[in-house]
C-alpha cells in the first residue's frame, strides 16, 4: 500500500541530495580555486624575496643577499626548487635543485603555471621578472612546488566538506522526517479510529483540531450518521411489510382451520408462503440493511443460545448436541446473521443425525473455523449442490420449506464467503463454511 509519509520523505531525500550534490560541485571548485591561488601566492612571495636580495658586484657576478631559508629547498629533489636566470643562463639554484634545471619555455604569458620536474613530477611554478644590481639587468626568478601537494590540500579539503555535507544532509532528512510525521500523526489517528469505528468499538471520529483533517472527519461522521438513520429505517420497513404480509397469511391458515378443511397440501402451499417470504424479508434487512461498522461476537454464546433454541425445537428427538468453542473465539459481523446460520447448520444437522451433532470453533492460522457435524445418513456426492438451490428438497417427508441451506449459502455470501460440504467422520454430513472478513475466515459446518 503506498504511503504518503513514504513518498514525501523519498521526495526530501531526492531533493537534499540533489542538493548537497550541487553544492559540493559549487564548494569543491571555489575551494580548489582558493587553494591554488594560496600556493600560488606562497610561492610569488618566495619569488618575491629572493628577488629583493637578487644584485650584481661591480665585477658583474651575480649575488644573492638572502637564501630562502626552508628546510624543503635544501632537500635534494624536493620538488621545491628556485632558480634564477638572466638570458637563460643560470645565475643561482637552490640545493634542492642540485645540477639541474627548470625547463619553463618562455612563451609562458602567466605568472604560474604547471611543468614536469627534473624526475618527470608535476611541478607548480611561478615565474617573476625582475630588475637586479646598478644598472639594473633583467633576471628571472622562478620558484616550484610539488603540485601533488596542492592536490593533497585540495583532496583533503573536499573530504571534510563531504564529510560535514552528510551531517547536514543526515540531519536535514531526520529534521524532515520527524517534521512529516507530526505533520500526518492527524491522519494517521484518525485512521486508527477509522477501524475502531468499523469494529464498532466507537460511533465517531473525534476531530484532530487542524483544519486540513476535521473535515474530513466531519464528513466522516455525517455519512455514519445518515447511513445509520437509512439502516434503521430499512430495518423498520422491513419490520412493516413482514407485519402486513404474515397477518393476512396467519388469518388464512386460521379461517382454514375454523373451516375445517384438512387438506394437507393447502396447508404446506400456506406454509411454504410464508416461508418465501420470511426468506424475502430476511433477504432485504441483511442486503439493505447490512451495517457498515460490525461487532465482535464471541461465538460460544451465540452457539450455546442456539443449541438451546434448537433442542427445544425438537423435543421427540433424542440427539445429543455438543458444544465446543472457546470462550476467545470471536466472529466479526452481526448477531442475527451468526444466529440464523448455525440456527440453520445446527436444525438441519438435527433432523438428519442418529445421536450427535458436534459444534466446534477455533482460531486458526489467522482464521476463525467454526464445525457442526452429525452422524446421519449424509449427501451423496452428486446431490450436495442441488441443496443449496432455493425449494430443493432431497427428503419430502421431514418438514421444511428448502430454503434453509440456500439462506445459509446467502448469509455466507454476504460476508464474502464459501460453503462446502463433505463427510463427517461418523459418516453424516459436513458443511464447511467460510467467511473472508478483516479476521479472516468462518468455518462451519452442518
Given at each position: 500500500?503506498?504511503?504518503?509519509?513514504?513518498?514525501a520523505?523519498?521526495?526530501?531525500?531526492?531533493?537534499?541530495?540533489?542538493?548537497?550534490?550541487?553544492?559540493?560541485?559549487?564548494?569543491?571548485?571555489?575551494?580548489?580555486?582558493?587553494?591554488?591561488?594560496?600556493?600560488?601566492?606562497?610561492l610569488?612571495?618566495?619569488?618575491?624575496?629572493?628577488?629583493?636580495?637578487?644584485d650584481?658586484?661591480?665585477?658583474?657576478?651575480?649575488v644573492?643577499?638572502?637564501?630562502?631559508?626552508?628546510?624543503?629547498?635544501?632537500?635534494?629533489?624536493?620538488?621545491?626548487?628556485?632558480?634564477?636566470?638572466?638570458?637563460?643562463?643560470?645565475?643561482?639554484?637552490?640545493?634542492?635543485?642540485?645540477?639541474?634545471r627548470?625547463?619553463?619555455?618562455n612563451?609562458?604569458?602567466?605568472?604560474?603555471?604547471?611543468?614536469?620536474?627534473?624526475?618527470?613530477?608535476?611541478?607548480?611554478?611561478?615565474?617573476?621578472?625582475?630588475?637586479?644590481?646598478?644598472?639594473?639587468?633583467?633576471?628571472?626568478?622562478?620558484?616550484?612546488?610539488?603540485?601533488?601537494?596542492m592536490?593533497?590540500?585540495?583532496?583533503?579539503?573536499?573530504?571534510?566538506?563531504?564529510?560535514?555535507?552528510?551531517?547536514?544532509?543526515?540531519?536535514?532528512?531526520?529534521?524532515?522526517?520527524?517534521?512529516?510525521?507530526?505533520?500526518?500523526?492527524?491522519?494517521?489517528?484518525?485512521?486508527?479510529?477509522?477501524?475502531?469505528?468499523?469494529?464498532?468499538s466507537?460511533?465517531?471520529?473525534?476531530?484532530?483540531?487542524?483544519?486540513?483533517?476535521?473535515?474530513?472527519?466531519?464528513?466522516?461522521?455525517?455519512?455514519?450518521?445518515?447511513?445509520?438513520?437509512?439502516?434503521?429505517?430499512?430495518?423498520?420497513?422491513?419490520?412493516?411489510?413482514?407485519?402486513a404480509?404474515?397477518?393476512?397469511?396467519?388469518?388464512?391458515?386460521t379461517?382454514?382451520?375454523?373451516?375445517?378443511q384438512?387438506?394437507?397440501?393447502?396447508?404446506?402451499?400456506?406454509?411454504?408462503?410464508?416461508g418465501?417470504?420470511?426468506?424475502?424479508?430476511?433477504?432485504?434487512?441483511?442486503?439493505?440493511?447490512?451495517?457498515?461498522?460490525?461487532?465482535?461476537?464471541?461465538?460460544?454464546?451465540?452457539?450455546?443460545?442456539?443449541s438451546?433454541?434448537?433442542?427445544?425445537?425438537?423435543?421427540?428427538?433424542?440427539?445429543?448436541?455438543?458444544?465446543?468453542?472457546?470462550?476467545?473465539?470471536?466472529?466479526?459481523g452481526?448477531?442475527?446473521?451468526?444466529?440464523?446460520?448455525?440456527?440453520i447448520?445446527?436444525?438441519?444437522?438435527?433432523?438428519?443425525?442418529n445421536?450427535?451433532?458436534e459444534?466446534?470453533?477455533?482460531?486458526?492460522?489467522?482464521?476463525?473455523?467454526?464445525?457442526?457435524?452429525?452422524?446421519?445418513?449424509?449427501?451423496?456426492?452428486?446431490?450436495?449442490?442441488?441443496?443449496?438451490?432455493?425449494?430443493?428438497?432431497?427428503?419430502?417427508?421431514?418438514?421444511?420449506?428448502?430454503?434453509?441451506?440456500?439462506i445459509?449459502?446467502?448469509?455466507?455470501?454476504?460476508?464474502?464467503?464459501?460453503i462446502?460440504?463433505?463427510?463427517?467422520?461418523?459418516?453424516?454430513?459436513?458443511?464447511?463454511?467460510?467467511?473472508?472478513?478483516?479476521?479472516?475466515?468462518?468455518?462451519?459446518?452442518?
Amino acid at each position: 500500500m503506498r504511503s504518503i509519509e513514504r513518498r514525501a520523505l523519498v521526495a526530501v531525500v531526492v531533493s537534499v541530495l540533489v542538493g548537497l550534490s550541487a553544492m559540493a560541485i559549487v564548494a569543491t571548485r571555489s575551494i580548489a580555486s582558493a587553494i591554488e591561488r594560496e600556493f600560488d601566492g606562497l610561492l610569488k612571495d618566495v619569488a618575491s624575496n629572493i628577488a629583493a636580495s637578487s644584485d650584481f658586484t661591480s665585477a658583474g657576478e651575480f649575488v644573492l643577499t638572502r637564501v630562502p631559508d626552508q628546510e624543503e629547498f635544501d632537500r635534494q629533489r624536493s620538488g621545491w626548487y628556485w632558480m634564477v636566470t638572466a638570458d637563460d643562463a643560470v645565475l643561482s639554484r637552490s640545493r634542492s635543485l642540485w645540477t639541474e634545471r627548470l625547463r619553463i619555455d618562455n612563451e609562458f604569458a602567466q605568472p604560474t603555471a604547471t611543468v614536469n620536474g627534473p624526475n618527470g613530477e608535476s611541478l607548480r611554478v611561478n615565474i617573476l621578472p625582475a630588475q637586479a644590481g646598478q644598472p639594473p639587468r633583467s633576471i628571472k626568478v622562478v620558484v616550484s612546488a610539488p603540485a601533488a601537494n596542492m592536490q593533497n590540500d585540495v583532496r583533503n579539503a573536499v573530504v571534510q566538506l563531504g564529510i560535514i555535507l552528510s551531517i547536514v544532509g543526515t540531519l536535514t532528512v531526520a529534521a524532515i522526517a520527524i517534521v512529516l510525521r507530526r505533520a500526518l500523526s492527524p491522519l494517521s489517528r484518525s485512521a486508527i479510529e477509522v477501524e475502531r469505528l468499523t469494529d464498532g468499538s466507537i460511533a465517531r471520529l473525534s476531530t484532530t483540531g487542524y483544519r486540513e483533517v476535521d473535515p474530513l472527519v466531519k464528513a466522516v461522521n455525517e455519512l455514519m450518521t445518515s447511513t445509520r438513520n437509512i439502516v434503521e429505517q430499512s430495518r423498520l420497513g422491513s419490520a412493516n411489510l413482514a407485519h402486513a404480509l404474515r397477518t393476512p397469511l396467519a388469518a388464512l391458515r386460521t379461517r382454514l382451520a375454523l373451516m375445517g378443511q384438512s387438506d394437507a397440501g393447502v396447508l404446506e402451499d400456506v406454509a411454504r408462503i410464508e416461508g418465501q417470504i420470511d426468506h424475502h424479508l430476511r433477504r432485504v434487512r441483511r442486503v439493505v440493511g447490512a451495517p457498515i461498522a460490525s461487532t465482535r461476537i464471541r461465538v460460544r454464546g451465540v452457539a450455546d443460545d442456539v443449541s438451546l433454541v434448537v433442542r427445544k425445537s425438537h423435543p421427540d428427538r433424542r440427539v445429543e448436541i455438543v458444544v465446543d468453542v472457546p470462550d476467545d473465539v470471536t466472529f466479526r459481523g452481526e448477531r442475527e446473521d451468526l444466529e440464523e446460520l448455525l440456527c440453520i447448520l445446527v436444525d438441519n444437522a438435527m433432523k438428519w443425525a442418529n445421536a450427535r451433532v458436534e459444534l466446534n470453533a477455533r482460531h486458526h492460522e489467522n482464521k476463525l473455523v467454526m464445525t457442526v457435524g452429525d452422524d446421519g445418513p449424509g449427501i451423496a456426492d452428486d446431490q450436495r449442490a442441488l441443496v443449496l438451490q432455493p425449494g430443493n428438497r432431497l427428503d419430502e417427508s421431514t418438514p421444511g420449506t428448502g430454503l434453509g441451506l440456500f439462506i445459509a449459502r446467502e448469509i455466507v455470501g454476504i460476508y464474502a464467503g464459501r460453503i462446502e460440504f463433505s463427510r463427517s467422520v461418523p459418516g453424516g454430513l459436513l458443511v464447511s463454511v467460510e467467511f473472508q472478513s478483516p479476521d479472516g475466515v468462518v468455518a462451519g459446518r452442518g
